[in-house]
Structures are given as C-alpha cells and as structure tokens.
C-alpha cells in the first residue's frame, strides 16, 4: 500500500468522525480511487488521533494553523 493511499484513509476517517460532518465530497477518476476511498469505513482512529487532528485543523471558525496560511 501506498503511503499516501494511508494518508488519504485517514483524513477521510479523521472527516467522518466529526459528528457535524454529514458527508464528505470526494472527486475519485476510477473505481480504484473510489474503493481506496471507501475504506476509509474501515478505519477508527485512536481519540488521542483525533484530538491531534482538530488542534492542527480546527474547523470553521478557529484560526488556521500558520504553517497553512498562505
């Protein structure tokens, strides 16, 4: 597995564990893009995971990490 399929997994986990999300948009070209996608279901991150996260990404409304402002 490629590394940044991971990583892919893990944002889409990391989304659809906020419970104000409803549903997340993903754009896949193939139906291999859209099962790596799909296995995002599969994944449950560690609270302490998700607590990291939302630091870095706060949402609507928090400021925007530095190292992400452009």
């Not at 549903?23 to 279901?41: H, M």
């Not at 609270?47 to 706060?58: G, K, N, S, V």
Request: hydrophobic residues 40%; glycine residues 8%; aromatic residues 6%.
């Amino acid at each position: 597995m490629h590394r940044r399929h991971l990583r892919l997994r893990r944002a889409l986990a990391w989304l659809l564990a906020n419970p104000v999300v409803t549903a997340t948009i993903v754009g896949p070209r193939s139906t291999e893009q859209l099962g790596r996608g799909q296995r995002a279901l599969e994944i449950s991150l560690p609270d302490e995971t998700l607590r990291e996260l939302d630091a870095i990404w706060p949402g609507p409304g928090g400021e925007d990490p530095q190292a992400y402002a452009w």
